[in-house]
């Protein structure tokens, strides 16, 4: 064996095992991150599309996804994810839920993809939920090519022109909208 070679290997093993998350998914963050704004002093619409790292090796090239919206005048936020081990557990992968809006996603912290705010979100709001209701994989998960969180949040964003939704290249599963 050539001594670079050995070397080469040496370093990608050190990087794979120092990226490694080495906490417990169980015990990860799932707190606020403090990207939303406070909805019981915030009486105009908001609607913010999330990114995460994926947990774990995965996140080196992967995010999930999910979206975020609180109407005028409301004191709570509805967030709209999929996530794939509900299906293991005999539930919907799809949810609609009152929930921490900007939640790190089991210890990564999440960035705004695409916010609105203010006049005409809620007629946004509106088109995202019945998008949202009319998922046609509300059950099916597969990590790869999809569908999963990042093809949930690519449908809404086909079924919602108005919203100008790119995601990034790392939303791996976006994609499956299109076949």
Same mark, same amino acid.
């Given at each position: 064996?050539?001594? &670079?070679?050995?070397?080469?290997? *040496?370093?990608?093993?050190?990087? %794979?095992?120092?990226?490694? #998350?080495?906490? /417990?998914?169980? $015990?990860?963050?799932?707190?606020?991150?403090?990207?939303?704004?406070?909805?019981?002093?915030?009486?105009?619409?908001?609607?913010?599309?999330?990114?995460?790292?994926? &947990?774990?090796?995965?996140?080196? *090239?992967?995010?999930?996804?999910? %979206?975020?919206?609180?109407? #005028?005048?409301? /004191?709570?936020? $509805?967030?709209?994810?999929?996530?794939?081990?509900?299906?293991?557990?005999?539930?919907?992968?799809?949810?609609?839920?009152?929930?921490?809006?900007?939640?790190?996603?089991?210890?990564?912290?999440?960035?705004?993809?695409?916010?609105?705010?203010?006049?005409?979100?809620?007629?946004?709001? /509106?088109?995202?939920?019945?998008?949202?209701?009319?998922?046609?994989?509300?059950?099916?998960?597969?990590?790869?090519?999809?569908?999963?969180?990042?093809?949930?949040?690519?449908?809404?964003?086909?079924?919602?022109?108005?919203?100008?939704?790119?995601?990034?290249?790392?939303?791996?599963?976006?994609?499956?909208?299109?076949?």
């Amino acid at each position: 064996m050539k001594p &670079y070679f050995i070397v080469t290997i *040496f370093v990608l093993l050190l990087l %794979v095992l120092s990226n490694c #998350s080495s906490g /417990d998914w169980r $015990t990860a963050s799932r707190e606020s991150a403090g990207l939303a704004p406070d909805p019981s002093s915030t009486k105009e619409a908001i609607m913010q599309v999330y990114g995460a790292s994926t &947990y774990g090796w995965r996140g080196w *090239f992967a995010i999930h996804t999910w %979206v975020s919206v609180k109407r #005028s005048n409301d /004191d709570f936020y $509805t967030v709209y994810d999929v996530v794939g081990w509900r299906g293991r557990h005999g539930q919907p992968v799809m949810q609609i839920t009152r929930d921490i809006p900007d939640r790190y996603w089991f210890g990564e912290k999440p960035r705004i993809i695409k916010e609105y705010r203010g006049a005409g979100t809620d007629k946004l709001i /509106d088109a995202v939920d019945r998008a949202a209701r009319a998922y046609p994989w509300k059950s099916i998960y597969k990590a790869f090519p999809g569908p999963n969180s990042n093809t949930f949040v690519a449908w809404i964003g086909k079924q919602v022109p108005e919203l100008d939704l790119m995601l990034p290249f790392s939303a791996i599963g976006s994609g499956y909208v299109q076949q």
